[in-house]
């Protein structure tokens, strides 16, 4: 059987790999439990998302190995000189840099590794423990398994940042070598932060991207979490973002999805503490042959707690984008309030795109609403824009644009929207170079 | 100086009231008109004559086929061109509906016009356009806000014919073609919309005005006057005859020619 063929053949790979971090020992354990179990684990299931026969579990052998800081001369990292910054290239930490005055008031900001070895307790107590456990499905297993970077992020009791934290991490594709990465965010009570991570890839092996990002609120602090994923063409990508809110927590995720290949991003958040609050903003441009599965849940559990889902895309080419939405509000969180809105706008007549709410109410005394919908650029529209000189590129960029834009004005950091078109941009002149 | 031909046009649209086969219905039958810049003409007719097809086949709008005939700028023809490119020659189209779009902000709508006629490596400088936008703006009395706002969305019906006549400005076309510009503005809209059009007026400028109405061309004096039913232009003169058509209607002017077509309100 399939199953035991890659435990035998990687446990080996795998407990040499914790070995070389110096790796405690309930991690080197968790590895080689999630070893055992992800082949027989279920793979999760999203509606309407099919993607089976992706490779996402074909795992490579893990191998400690060093990138050369030069293959990113062709990235343009533009915020890579702020003040708190952690730049990694595959496994590489190519640069890290946290404001002393912040880690003297207690932040941690390091690659995951470091963390582990510095700061054990904290990230023995968080990963893969309470925003999404080890053995959920089969790529979170894989994930436990597999992992061989991320980051740890830790914000103290009462600090509150002003600044934003950034983050890169560039998938090292010049190798075979899966990209499985790890963001762990925890801000502790009365906390408040802006962290911003950005994904890419250097090189084009066809490799698999298996990324997960927790992101534990405790009590009335405020997460405001962006996130650009640019994974590449020849990536298979599984990038899931988990978030966990105590009372009167806030998150604040504002995400594009902007890969070149397929890819599933799927966001859990859930509300505990009463009064909790998450606001989920979702860009997405699908081009190529590709599919890009967005699964955004948020799920109500306090009482009075928000979740409201934002999310437009856009499809051009023979691409497919499915947006799933899904609200659910359970028995017992009253007061609560579950709003959604997903959006697809089709370029052009091949594409596919979906947008699918789902509500889940099983409390009475609480508010809810969907609006959805599946449409193509008005003809007359572009007619109109065409008429005054504008070519037909131009013009579709304007409607795409205008389309986003409804999401990108709600996004309050001037900086993650600016941010957001430019890659908004870019991946548009890509997808448009064919047409 | 600048020449649009219009030559034995004939166009035809889908009729697609007829359920089944979508059938080809001949809406202009034969229209020649020369306008040269220097001059304006004004379009006169009756309800459902063509005059929107006119504009629109000039334009090059893909719903309105060419069955027969051309047009031509400068001696060349314009039909293969899709529209953005006959815009790009010198063409502007001041629709009678204009579109409306969410998420695009007229401001960011015009200059991307005005640059889609300069080379990518020497787009108008942010300052400049903002000097001939505030120019404009005060020309034809129009808020500051409204360049902000998203392209046509909400506008009143006389703000959106204000909006066409400030792209028109912006973009400086060498012919204009302004479909019932007049139509819905109140008398102070009109005239500020006319200051517009001949203020563009010149050696460098032509157009074309659609109306039914004579008062229009109490503001702007055109050279010539068109008179259009069914499809056709049946006669053409001075802005006289759009003094006359006032009096007598078309169905005066209709039998006065001793026509034999069928107008719209006639049972
Ligand atoms: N896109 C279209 N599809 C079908 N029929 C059309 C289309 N455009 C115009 N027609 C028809 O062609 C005829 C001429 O219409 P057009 O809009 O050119 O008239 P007009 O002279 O501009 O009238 P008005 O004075 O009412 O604006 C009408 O019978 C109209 O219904
Ligand atoms: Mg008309």
Redesign the pocket.
Known sequence: METTKAEIELKPAVSAFSAAHDEPAWLRDLRLKMLEQYPKLALPKFDKISYKKWPLTAATKPVVQESAASALADLSLDRANAKNVLVMLGQTVIKAKLDPELAAKGVIFTDIFTAVREHPELVKRYFMTTAVKADANRLTAFHAAFLNGGAFLYVPKNVVIKDAIQSYYIQDSTRDQDFVHHVLVVADENSEVTYSENYATVGDKPNLANVIAEVIGKANSHIHFSAVDQLAQNTTGYVSRQGRLAEDARVDWAVGAMNDGHAIVDFNTDLIGRGSHAEVKVVAVTTGEQLQGINTHVTNIGKHTIGHILQHGVILENSALIFNGVGHIVKGAQGSDAQQESRVLMLSTHARGDANPILLIDENDVTAGHAASVGRVDESQMYYLMSRGIDKKMAERLVIRGFLGNVLTEIPAKEVRQQLTATIERKLENGQKSE | MSKLEVKNLHVA????EDKGQPQQ?E?LKGVNLTINTGEIHAVM??????????SQAIMGNP??KVTEGDVLLDGKSLLKLPVDERARAGLFLAM?YPAEIAGITNVEFMRAAINARRPENDQIPVMDFMKLLDKNLALLDMSDDIVERYLNEGFSGGEKKRNEILQLMMIQPKFAIL??IDSGLDIDALKVVSKGVNALRGPEFGSLI?T?YQRLLNYIIPDAVHI?MDGQIVESGGPDLAKKLEAEGYTGLRNDLGLDVKLTDEI
Do not use: F, R, W
């Open positions: 649209v889908m009729d697609e219905k809406i007719g009756p309800n459902g004559t063509g005059k929107s097809t006119l719903a309105y009678q479909d019932e659609i039914h259009m």
